[in-house]
């Protein structure tokens, strides 16, 4: 291998490959929507400096492999424009784009869809995702964000650091609605079943309810309607060797200003509690450490929940370890 440093190579968004002197490149694609007019810029590097193939990762982005490391320099610069498009264009701090990504330790924030094609969405994930995406990069820490427009959960929000769930509260109109229980049965087919018809009017448990909006979806006289914006957020899903697990509940019923103050505090949490000791520490872990008490109180600070938001009194997992004694004979 060429004398390089391989930690500045990995924070400038390159990574070590297994050949020799041999790299490949991480394109990040901020909610996942890409310009068709990049798209050449991709095809030239890895026709040119890559084996001419593009991998599509799980998180929206472009790897080109088998990019000889002298090549890199003059790929940071010709990425510039791209750069500028999909980070300096949406509010992210990069002082010199020709010289490529600056950090690459917390991954860009992925989005199903949303709203402008899926009509199970209630809002625009790309949007926010943008908007987090500028909050948090370019940092260090490894932290994974993804934002999915209803809990049908396309994007795997409960695989994430933090998972950002879109919610509507539904207006219900008794004088529209008709009794024929479309909505009530659509709520106990394939959601929570928050939904019950009682002395001739549909009642709602608000207890159960996840804002999925399938009660509005299914009513033939518009007697339901979607109220306002908020969103669900899921915290500390991973995979990984030691302890995978799904993300827990945090917090419900939030507004959006909530969610974007909510991933800017993350950062102060990791940096006071934080393992120096260690290569990289997953946030999950760090939480896993100190302790929910001090996660919720570190991550909430200065944030005005507002008069609709739930916090969660604990986080419920669900995962599990690699002890083979017991779940193996």
């Known amino acids: 291998m060429l004398n390089i440093n391989t930690k500045k190579v990995m924070k400038n968004g390159w990574r070590i490959a297994k050949g020799r002197n041999l790299t490949c490149l991480r394109v990040r694609v901020p909610g996942g929507s890409f310009p068709v007019e990049l798209l050449p810029l991709i095809q030239e590097i890895a026709e040119r400096f890559g084996n001419g193939t593009v991998h599509l990762t799980t998180r929206q982005g472009f790897e080109i492999p088998e990019i ?51 009509t199970n969405a209630v809002f625009d994930t790309t949007s926010l995702a943008k908007e987090i995406e500028a909050i948090i990069y370019p940092n260090n820490p490894h932290v994974k964000i993804a934002v999915t427009g209803c809990p049908n ?24 609605c008709i009794g024929c229980q479309a909505c009530v049965k659509n709520c106990h087919k394939v959601s929570t079943g928050a939904l019950s018809f009682v002395n001739n009017k549909v009642k709602r448990d608000a207890t159960r309810c996840i804002g999925c909006g399938e ?19 899921v915290v500390m899903g991973r995979t990984g060797k030691k302890n995978p697990r799904l993300a827990a509940g945090f917090l419900e019923w939030a507004e959006r200003e909530v969610v974007l103050k909510l991933c800017a505090n993350l950062y102060n949490y990791i940096d006071q509690h934080i393992d120096r000791s260690l290569p990289k520490e997953h946030v999950g872990y760090i939480v896993d450490r100190t302790g929910y008490k ?18 969660a009194n604990f986080l419920d997992f669900a995962g599990y370890t690699y002890d083979k004694n017991v779940i193996f004979n």
């Open 68 to 118: 000889s490391f002298e090549h890199m320099e003059e790929i940071n610069t010709m990425l510039a424009p791209l750069i500028e498009k999909l980070e300096v264009k949406i509010g992210v701090t990069i002082d010199d784009p020709s010289q490529g990504y600056p950090a690459a330790g917390t991954r860009n924030v992925i989005a199903c869809i949303g709203n402008k094609v899926c």
């Open 153 to 176: 959960d396309c994007i795997k929000a409960h695989m994430q650091d933090i998972g950002i769930i879109g919610q509507v509260e539904p207006i219900y109109d008794a004088g529209r």
């Open 215 to 233: 009660c509005v979806l299914k009513c033939p006289t518009a007697a339901w309607t979607r109220g306002g914006q908020y969103f669900r957020v």
């Open 294 to 311: 001090v996660f919720k109180e570190e991550v909430l600070i200065g944030i005005d929940l507002g008069p609709k938001t739930k916090v």
